[in-house]
């Protein structure tokens, strides 16, 4: 079975402050998908990564980073220097594509930045 | 811009009206996705369509019934709904089906449709 956990259901911080998202998965297949969507108050789903389970490399974009560990199954996102705009909704989200057209959303954790 | 439209943005609808949601991607896409969200949930799957064949319904109620007219519409009819059926609906779309291969987003979401039954 697939599923994805986020444990975290609401992080409040402070702007400029890094904050770390965590997110742990689950799947038998050896071929899957793995993403960061962002959710804002006007409900669009934000498309932010897509990883393979083939690439392991640490990700990095513009203030945001990725860090993919096969060996404990997880795929955290890190935003530095948090800014008010990043409050939202974040959903990790995991998908094997040669058994199954669905996308596995985790619980989503509620970021909030103050300023 | 979101590349997939989905109108209206927003529907009040009574327990005994007949609306549909409606979905549009211009992407080349051939798969395509109905989710449904409640409040403070994550997306949840309801149907996929796979080169305008209908691939896949999560035990969705009968009152929900999807079309995929062509590669680049979907949409959800609905009828005799119940207020629990209220939710965000969202659409999205994918290069293919099945087979593992994606474009760079993998799936892209419309902005959703806020569905509120009274």
């Known amino acids: 079975a697939q599923k994805v956990t986020q444990a975290q259901t609401e992080i409040s911080v402070v702007e400029k402050e890094d904050v770390t998202l965590d997110c742990v998965y689950e799947?038998?297949?050896?071929?899957?998908?793995l993403f960061w969507y962002k959710q804002p108050p006007s409900g669009e789903l934000v498309f932010l990564i897509r990883?393979?389970?083939?690439?392991?490399q640490n990700e990095i974009s513009g203030r945001y980073s990725w860090n993919f560990q096969k060996s404990t199954s997880s795929f955290n996102f890190t935003i530095t220097a948090s800014q008010v705009v990043d409050s939202a909704v974040y959903f990790c989200?995991?998908?094997?594509?040669?058994?199954?057209?669905?996308?596995?959303f985790g619980t989503g954790t509620r970021l909030q930045v103050f300023p | 811009d979101t590349e997939v439209t989905q109108t209206p943005k927003h529907l009040v609808m009574g327990m005994t009206n007949k609306k549909s949601l409606k979905c549009e991607q211009h992407?080349?896409?051939?798969?395509m996705y109905w989710y449904k969200q409640k409040a403070k949930k994550p997306p949840e799957l309801m149907f996929v369509?796979?080169?305008?064949?209908?691939?896949i319904n999560e035990s969705v109620p009968s009152r929900f019934s999807p079309e995929c007219p062509n590669s680049s519409l979907l949409n959800l009819h609905l009828h005799a709904l119940q207020p629990e059926d209220s939710a965000l609906y969202l659409c999205?779309?994918?290069?293919?089906?099945?087979?593992?291969?994606?474009?760079?987003?993998?799936?892209?979401f419309g902005s959703g449709t806020r569905l509120t039954v009274v």
């Open positions: 990883r393979n389970s083939f690439d392991e």
């Open positions: 989200a995991l998908s094997a594509p040669y058994n199954t057209d669905k996308l596995i």
């Open positions: 799947t038998r297949d050896t071929t899957y998908y």
């Open positions: 369509y796979s080169y305008e064949k209908l691939s």
């Open positions: 999205a779309s994918s290069q293919v089906s099945g087979t593992g291969t994606f474009m760079d987003r993998g799936y892209t």
């Open positions: 992407m080349g896409h051939r798969a």
